[in-house]
């Protein structure tokens, strides 16, 4: 929500011109134009960017201006929490779409399948065009998963867990890189913001639950001595997993913090991917 009008004749408070450049800039990368620069300054482009939306969306006035109550940033906030909606869906498909490995556990299935629902919830009423334009943050995500499935073949039990935990991961990422978490004015966008903080706290359990049942399988068994170390570097990433999720609810409304955790996250990703090698690398080599 912005706290003053701005435009024409606004209040411009920097705050509130780049949050509303950001919404507009984000409309016209998806219309694919040129987007607007967000610095937070009031000019000619920026009250021409407001006045052509205003035109493109009947019934609101053209003045170049948006007031905090005002039906244009009213209807700014439901054209742009439609898009980051239907950005979301767009990256998240691959992870939705995706069967649960073989082998996975009722219980894990289960809490992976619940997290995906939540994730399709979000979905917006009605898909915005040009969605595929932006960046996914996770775009080799189905190779490095591929090769791990490879290793089903040689029966490592551990194998579908970790594909479940980078699926999680990922569906992560993509939530915390769209602005649909940052941007929230309206009731309605609340309470999709509501079900996101929802849906961290069970990410949160479901990467609990699958460390756990890591080490239930192996536990008492050579191979928890044997690859001690590689089972340590997941509940490292765990740790680390649970302090960015510490940390979202005080940034969500900051989208420079946002972008630094979405970038943490992606780092993760990487890292997830190397410690699932390791661990299969042990299990195998030691015949577990």
Not at 78 to 96: C, H, K, R, W
């Amino acid at each position: 929500m912005i706290s003053g009008s701005v435009g024409q004749g606004g209040i411009n408070r920097p705050d509130d011109v780049m949050a509303v450049q950001r919404l507009l800039s984000d409309l016209q990368i998806a219309a694919g134009d040129v987007p607007l620069d967000v610095d937070g300054l009031v000019g000619p482009k920026t009250i021409a960017a407001i006045s052509d939306f205003q035109q493109q969306n009947p019934g609101l006035p053209v003045d170049g201006r948006i007031d905090p109550t005002g039906p244009t940033f009213t209807r700014l906030d439901e054209v742009s929490s439609s898009l980051y909606a239907t950005i979301a869906q767009e990256q998240g498909f691959p992870i939705l779409a995706a069967p649960t490995p073989p082998g996975t556990p009722d219980d894990v299935a289960a809490v992976f399948d619940d997290i995906r629902s939540d994730f399709s919830a979000l979905a917006p009423a009605e898909g915005v065009t040009g969605a595929s334009r932006f960046d996914n943050p996770v775009p080799n995500l189905i190779a490095p998963v591929d090769r791990i499935r490879l290793a089903l073949l040689g029966a490592v039990q551990v194998v579908p867990l970790i594909i479940v935990l980078i699926f999680i991961l990922a569906l992560l990422i993509i939530i915390t890189s769209n602005p649909i978490w940052q941007r929230a004015a309206k009731e309605t966008l609340k309470g999709l913001k509501d079900r996101m903080r929802l849906l961290s706290q069970k990410i949160r359990d479901a990467v609990q639950e699958i460390v756990d049942v890591i080490e239930g399988l192996i536990s008492g068994t050579r191979c928890a001595e044997l690859c001690a170390n590689e089972i340590n570097k997941v509940k490292d990433l765990q740790q680390k997993i649970n302090e960015l999720l510490d940390r979202m609810p005080a940034n969500d409304n900051d989208p420079d913090a946002m972008k630094q955790l979405q970038f943490q996250l992606a780092r993760l990703l990487e890292q997830i991917v190397a410690a699932q090698a390791d661990v299969v690398d042990c299990l195998q080599r030691n015949g577990c």
